[in-house]
């Protein structure tokens, strides 16, 4: 694996400027004229969630038609029956919307199966498919290598009657799956090996969630996609660098099939009610997003789920959006993530501290402020008297006014995190300590002065003396002591679970560790504790997603599924600084 790009590697954009060469392809065809309104799509196969990466196309594709004032569709990419599911569907769906976006429309591949069949036949009537009866293993042998040359099929030379007549039964459900292949009549001596007569449509007795038992026979990807796009009149179709070799073919498929000269082709996508709007698409590859301690594979994140290495595609490690949405990560921070990293055709592998901070970053600017103790320790003020009750005005954000302000209730009794006082205190200790002072946030100056412990020896409460003259507002109140730590009250906090997350991994490429291991081997089961602390009332009291900053402690969000203010549940979504750097 090559080195994780860092922070200061990236680039952040700067004004008008073109963000990357793709844009700028995009304001050069504007600008001459050989476009009026940019067109793209998003295409995702629906058999898995989306994942971090996915977001990178989409912001790409969707951010572009925004940008430039055109549109971007959702194309579900669903020519592989059997493997994929409805419950996918609504799932990419609700993400597109999560990140911010909306569809123009919303297509299926599947809603051009009579135009991929017509188109088929079309190259078969010019000369430019045949059907091939040789089995997957002597197609494979055929093929060639890389060094040499592919070999022709018995089967390349057929009339063009004979293809006719063949593939026409293949659709009628004629021949068994794998009988028989229609192909692409290219070069099977082309060095690039997606030339060499591709595969454009196979038998798959399987139904389909769209089509039902409608096809025995589906197109293959290249022809699916490349006739989709053109359909639907994408100007501009974005892809990863996968895609590059196939761009040949892509075009291949494009010039061949001709659909802006052959109006009859799409005629049947017309009748089903949409709208068509031939094109000649260009595409244009770029890479995938990468990042440390994330699995940007469909197959291995669904293999985390079915094994139980996490509790769902939403559990808050996963790196699908869904898993993303659920920690708290915010379209705003992962949208700042991927402006930093750029658009390029440069493969790199982005440190995952990156999405932390630009998460951060986001959090900071728009997440109140609470209080909120994890690891609780009784502290008792002894000169506050018995019921005593007063709240304490605090704004919500110290940098932004107009969050405003909230009551924090004040009585006798309070909750301090355990760290916040040490009997032998480490050097360099800053909080509080048997006899000690510690300023308690928005209220003044407490001393230490009684340690009370179970028959065990576990610190068990501790008692203080508030001094009067340091409260806040008071001329005593700027008094230097050496630290603030922050407590909510006891009398009115709210019981909460706060699920700490961390990292899923604990190594940065679980996937590309060549140690002798399954890949799952590297899932830290420490990187999920569940603690039970306390929270003022103003935090309990949100909506789920609600986030904020527990002051001191990090940024948390209300579990989207489980919380209610009767009983609040948190989720950690990252830690106030990178606490990653320093074990590294
Ligand atoms: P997988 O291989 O895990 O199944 P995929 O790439 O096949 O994922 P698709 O549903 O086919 O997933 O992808 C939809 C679109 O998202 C494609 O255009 C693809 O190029 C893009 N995409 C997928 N992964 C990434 C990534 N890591 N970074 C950027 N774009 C991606
Ligand atoms: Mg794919």
Known sequence: ???????????????????DFIRQIVRDDLASGKH?????????????????????????????????????NLRLDDTNPGKEDPEFVQGIKDDVHWLGFDWHELRHASDYFEVFYQAAL??????????????????????????????????????????LDLFQRMRAGEFGDGEKTLRAKIDMAAGNMNLRDPALYRIRKVAHQNTGEAWPIYPMYDIAHALSDAMEGITHSLCTLEFEDHRPLYDWCV????????????????????????????????????????????????????EGFVDGWDDPRMSTLRGLRRRGFTPAGLKLLIERVGISKQNSVIDYAILENAVREDLDAHAPRRMAVLDPLKLVIGNLPQGH?????????????????????????????????????????KRLVPGGEVRLRGVGIVKCDEVLK??????????????????????????????????????????????????????????AEDDGQPWTAHV??????????????????CAPEQHFQFERTGYFVADRIDHTPGKPVFNRVVTLRDTWAKRA
């Open 255 to 306: 010039d061949h099939v001709d659909l802006p000269h052959h109006p009859e082709l799409w005629q049947s996508v017309v009748a089903a009610g949409l709208t068509a709007k031939p094109a000649k698409p260009r595409q244009i590859e770029f890479s995938r997003l990468n990042l440390t301690y994330c699995i940007t594979s469909k197959r291995k994140l669904a293999q985390l789920v079915h």
């Open 524 to 541: 830290d089961p420490a990187s999920k504790r569940i603690v039970r602390g306390w929270v003022e009332p103003a935090a309990a009291d």
């Open 36 to 72: 009026v309104e940019i067109h793209t799509r998003f295409p995702p196969e629906p058999n898995g969630y989306l994942h971090i990466g996915h977001a990178k196309a989409i912001c790409l594709s969707f951010g572009i038609a925004r940008e430039f004032g055109g549109w971007c």
């Open 389 to 429: 009750a007063e709240t304490i005005v605090f704004p919500n954000h110290p940098k932004d006014e107009s969050f405003g302000t909230r009551e924090i209730p004040l009585s006798r009794e309070l909750w301090i995190e355990r760290e916040d006082f040490a009997e032998v205190p480490p050097k360099g200790f």
């Open 1 to 19: 694996m090559s080195s994780p790009i860092s922070a200061a590697e990236t680039t952040a954009p700067e004004g008008d400027a073109p963000r």
């Open 122 to 163: 079309k190259l078969i009537r010019d000369g430019l498919a045949y059907v091939d009866d040789l089995s997957a293993d002597e197609l494979r042998a055929y093929r060639g290598t890389l060094t040499e040359p592919g070999r022709n099929s018995p089967y390349r030379e057929r009339s063009v009657a004979e293809n």
């Open 454 to 511: 179970d028959a065990a020896g576990n610190v068990v409460e501790l008692h203080a003396t508030l001094d009067p003259a340091s409260r806040a507002g008071l001329p005593g109140a700027d008094r230097k002591v050496k630290g603030t730590i922050h407590w909510v009250d006891a009398t009115h906090a709210v019981a909460a679970e706060v699920r700490l997350y961390d990292r899923l991994f604990n190594v940065p490429a679980p996937d």
